[in-house]
């Protein structure tokens, strides 16, 4: 959107603003029991399935004949239908499995070490992993080095070392084996019937050869265009099928492509590769090749960073020939994997009336940034996650993974955001070890950062198909493994979706409006790893990346950040002093490398010449970060750096930390200053209308001063109830202030019009708060478990952990908890009642005299009661539970260390009565 927000699309959003769901077929479910769980996720506030097939249901008429089902109904209900290309992930089809021309490549070397002058035939050695040759390969060139100082080889990890390396997997050296850098020859032409005829002389040699084989993954070759035509074309045959073209087209939206994971012993490679790294990098990496082998870099999970590679060159230069080679080698495995695997899936997408959507690069050595944001211009649409970016729960800025998380996502944002992209969508809510343990809560305080990041829409994780007749609880995708199988049978909670549903509407509506700003890019060169290694074992979380970059000085000083990849500042360079001046128009710019491509350092320079403000961290770049230029490149890089650090726009600091106050310094101020720590915005523009959300990251309440950019009127957007309301505020110069109160993790929203004249919206009146407990506690309590449902009646007991109550140690479900109001009637007299129901361990549903006046899904949550209260008057709180205890307590896994889980209402609960002082009606514009 780029006017500004409708406010009925507000109240009452549309369709498409709707989260949508994961729903995982995984075996052959009836039709028309299909069909019953797919109103019933309408019912619940969705508008977008994503049909996850699973082979053991796909591609086969039963699976055809669903669908066009599932179609046809989703059209009558308003409800988009995404699914997966395929059954799987990585991508895989039959026809592009193993054994076939499709499958991925990689490149694995031998060598044969030589002493003294040596023979002048050297039998082609074979790839080191696979020394009797089981495995069919293609010798794709033959290279010979001096060695200067040889060091252990890699190993292949045995059966016997399972437990800390994967069978099959090469452990890298210790150190490499140094060669001499002017002694690097190609001898491939002088290779006949598996002989090098050649003469060593000097010294001792290695010879290579590079052997391309098949990866024994056998998925999709992602660098090869007519393999990605041919898993198309077989789920358009098998998948789709010619009855569903049509409908597809009125009902679809995305195809979807999971989470890459894949896997090569070596380097992905394709039999042209040679040929499209010359043509981009403008040498041939040939005599190179021996560089390239950092073994586990083609390897999911990678390393957090490059591991040392098996040789590298002797000389002066560091960081060495070697590691430029391999950033030229991993940039054009970005530009295959975008132009032979994104863009065409795209394209094909779109002939069908949809849209490709992508987990771009993910957790690979591919450039992430660059990929989202050539995804998104092509039409693409771009995702996240947050199971691997590394985010727990409950969301805590305090564990080791949360920030990593934050920086992880707002490199996705921030690619999709360069690339012109509005919506980005999240994979919401996958946890290890928290199966039937997920709470509505914990989804909505996990989204409520990921929004603090950028992201816009929710695709809940996700919904198990389920038959009728299904075993209790579910059937569930993970094993009990990861989180979380719902559906609309078993799981308590399910029945308080809609509230959360809307609200969840509301806030992609506003995020969606408008284009996005963001102040500050930070510079940052290479893949994404992710944080999901040490899930299985909390305290391998430690292990894992702290940050991408220490922003908190930044954030604390209300600076909103992303990151930038080298090429991306390159595009972004305009004629003003921004960076993408019609998408986040970053004017701040941080550069913590050393090496710089030396086209990126030019680009830097002259920003800064047009006024950007750049401030660069620790030694500036000093050298070419690929090998294209030779000495040249560094040269560039040099002269490039002087040139900005001259500019009155550029600042040289020590550390990130010192980054905020050099901006303050140049003079730029964020589009929202703040007087409180903690906080987090996004900030979106149309026209004349400013519209900002704001996150508390701490565990409690936040009071703050918020001074945003712009002169005018100020209201909130309430995205419980879909109201526009004035907010107190005040002008001052060419900015606004306003004043906030932010929950604990939570969000507030607040437009600011600059082309209304600012308005005076006066606080609420004060008054004398007495707070009360509720008396003559009752909980009735439904049970889900296997035997079916029964009742637990228990006189007298409120507010409590089940698990410390004897009756409900291992029960999940439903409790009513009814109390009575007993107070003196003078301290109802003409008091506005609310109540606070403490902490909770679940979703409630609050009622008076049977009538609904809120839903809580957080702790310590207000619910206003309004006048509604007197003496006896009965207030009853439904709390709807996960289904973790009941799970435990049937015997089933779950695979946790603590698997029984708070359930309840655990209090305390009170009631609030406020007693006005003043009776002055509200000043301030109308909405």
Known sequence: MTKPLDPDRFTEPHGDDRPGVRWWWQSAVPVEDLLDQLR?????????????????????????????????????????????????????????????????????????????????????PAAFDDPEGKRAATLVGVTAARVRHRNDPPLVAGVEDERTSPRGSIRPPAASTVLDSTSLVDLTSEVVDGVVRWQPRGGDWVVFAFWMRECEQGVTNFLDQDATAAAAAYIEEHQLGPENIELLRRVGTDFFEDSLELHADSLFWASDLIERFTERHGYDPTPYLPL???????????????????????????????????????????????????????EWSAGHGLRHKAQAAYGQNLEAIRSNRDFVRAGGRAEGESLNSGDRFPINRKDATWHFALDWQRCVVGGAHQGGAVRISTELGAQFRAAYAVTLGDLQRMLAKEWAAGITKP???????????????TQTRFQQIVSDSWNCIHFPEWANWRPLTDYWARGTVVLETGVPRTDVAIHRDGFLTIAARGVRD????????????????????????????PLGIVEGVGEGPVLFADGPGYRGLVIDERMLPPETAEAIADAAERGLRVVVVGDPPSADSGHSHDSDGDERVRAAMARALSTPTTAHVQTMSDASTAFTRLGLTPRVSTDGGGLLTQWREAGSVRYLLVYNTLADPVTARLSLEGSGRVRELDLWTGGIVPSAHAAQGDRTTVAVGIPALGVRVFELDTGAEPGSAAEAPRGIDAAATLESWRLDVISEEPGGPRTIELDGVGPGDWRTIDALKGVSGTGRYRARVVLPEELLAGAHAKIDLGV??????VRIDGRVVGTAYLDDTVIDLGGSVANGTEVEIEVRTALRNAVVESGIDVFDEEPLRPHG????????????????????HAP
Not at 70 to 88: F, Q
Not at 548 to 558: C, K, M, R, S, V
Not at 906 to 919: E, M
Request: no cysteine; hydrophobic share 45%.
């Open 40 to 124: 019933s996720i309408a019912d619940a506030g969705f508008r977008e399935v994503e049909i996850a097939f699973s082979r053991e249901f796909w591609g086969d008429g039963a699976q055809r004949t669903a669908l066009t089902a599932v179609l046809k109904e989703s059209e009558r209900l308003g409800v988009g239908v995404a699914m997966t290309l395929g059954a799987a992930w990585p991508l895989t089809t039959p026809n592009t499995a193993t054994g076939t021309p499709f499958s991925t490549r990689e490149l694995q070397y031998g060598s044969t070490f030589l002493s003294g002058e040596g023979p002048a035939l050297v039998p082609v």
């Open 292 to 346: 390239l082998f950092a073994h586990g870099m083609s390897h999911f999970w990678l390393p957090n960073e490059e591991t040392v590679a098996d040789f590298e060159l002797d000389g002066d230069v560091v960081p060495g020939i070697g590691h430029r080679v391999r950033q030229d080698y991993y940039r054009l495995l970005t530009d295959l994997y975008i132009s032979r695997r994104l863009l065409p899936l795209q």
């Open 459 to 473: 695709f809940l994780h996700g919904v198990a198909s389920q038959a009728r007749d299904a075993d209790w609880p």
């Open 538 to 565: 909390p305290t391998a979380d430690a292990t894992a990346p702290a940050r991408l970059a220490d922003t908190e000085a930044l954030e604390w000083a209300g600076f909103s950040v992303q990151f930038i990849d």
């Open 840 to 845: 909770l361990a679940g979703s409630a549903v």
């Open 905 to 924: 209402l655990l209090g305390p609960v009170r009631i609030l009565l406020q007693h006005p002082i003043s009776s002055a009606p509200q000043e301030g």
